[in-house]
């Protein structure tokens, strides 16, 4: 099955990169591109595709007032966002805006294509850069550390290991890789952590991660 992806981004040369290196792959199709937030939002409308490739800053409507108009559609539709990160101090509202993951744009382009398969699986992904800036940015607001230690009282010992892992940036296979189980194995554990914890998502997940002692902004 192939994965069908919109791109969005203002730069003409990101998105001729970005098409250059799908379009020498048999699983994932670039079927619209779009250079403003408002043409991200009409042709997800439209195409309905797996994954958008959103950019964080474009003009007039940026891209995480773009996501949460596609997320608020309810389609089919994953949203990764690309950022810079050196300048882009906007990935929290995409966090609140529903996004399915983030990347960095100075990543391999191997990885970005692994993203694509990943958020398009129905799996959240995180690059390991962005979590570390999440975990920092959140050691920063004492105010928000909610969750205690005693809170994983109902957490089994394999699960801890997996929210370890979680709080590290691991993706689901690459948990399952590190931990010798099966993707579907781990992906299990993942939604039992979330029920658990009562964490809204992956990104909730690495905080309890950090604020149980699990895992540190020095990795």
Do not use: C, W
């Amino acid at each position: 099955m192939t994965i069908r992806v919109l791109l969005a981004d203002d730069q003409p040369l990101v998105r001729a990169g970005l098409r250059m290196v799908i379009g020498g792959t048999s699983d994932v199709d670039v079927i619209g591109e779009a250079g403003t937030g408002v043409q991200a939002v009409q042709l997800a409308k439209e195409v309905r595709p797996d994954v958008v490739l959103m950019d964080i800053r474009m003009p007039g409507m940026d891209g995480i007032e773009a996501t949460q108009m596609i997320t608020a559609e309810m389609l089919p539709t994953h949203v990764l966002v690309l950022t810079t990160f050196d300048d882009d101090e906007n990935v929290y509202g995409a966090l609140r805006a529903g996004a399915s993951g983030f990347l960095v744009k100075d990543m391999a382009l191997d990885d970005i294509l692994t993203a694509i398969r990943v958020v398009a699986a129905g799996d959240a992904l995180l690059a390991p850069s962005v979590t570390r800036r999440l975990i920092e940015e959140f050691t920063a607001r004492p105010h928000t550390r909610t969750h205690r230690p005693r809170e994983l009282n109902s957490v089994t010992g394999r699960e801890r290991e997996i929210l370890t892992l979680v709080g590290r940036g691991l993706s689901n296979a690459e948990i399952a890789a590190h931990l010798y189980i099966s993707p579907g194995t781990a992906k299990a554990h993942v939604a039992s952590l979330l029920t658990k914890l009562g964490a809204r998502d992956r990104v909730q997940l690495v905080i309890i991660a950090y604020d149980a002692g699990l895992v540190s902004p020095s990795g």
